[in-house]
Nanobody
Framework: QVQLVESGGGWVQPGGSRRLPCTAS????????MDWYRQAPGKQRELVAT???????NYADSVKGRFTISRDNAKRTVALHMNSLKPEDTAVYYCHADCGSWGQGTQVTVSS
């Protein structure tokens, strides 16, 4: 099992940037595919970005070209780098491992 802890949330102005790190515990991190999800108020949780154990990435159309997912297996971290943020990016962001583990979530609010 992998335990996940997100951080980095907060308030940011439209057009700004934010980095969300997720730190994992557990020896299987290096072989796990990792994802970032988000859930806005009144909406379903949606997949934002995925990075496989081999480093391949995939993104939701709504964030392509603006968000980047990365991982450092030695440090057991996966990070979501968010640029050109929009008010519609406001949500709770969750880190997820393909073994089924979820983090507690971190709130990102984009507003002026």
């Amino acid at each position: 099992q992998v335990q996940l802890v997100e951080s980095g949330g907060g308030w940011v102005q439209p057009g700004g940037s934010r980095r969300l790190p997720c730190t994992a515990s557990g020896s299987i991190f290096s072989i796990a595919d990792m994802d970032w999800y988000r859930q806005a108020p009144g909406k379903q949780r949606e997949l934002v970005a995925t990075i496989t154990s081999g480093g391949r990435t995939n993104y939701a159309d709504s964030v392509k070209g603006r968000f980047t997912i990365s991982r450092d297996n030695a440090k057991r971290t996966v990070a979501l780098h968010m640029n050109s943020l929009k008010p519609e990016d406001t949500a709770v962001y969750y880190c997820h491992a393909d073994c089924g583990s979820w983090g507690q979530g971190t709130q990102v609010t984009v507003s002026s």
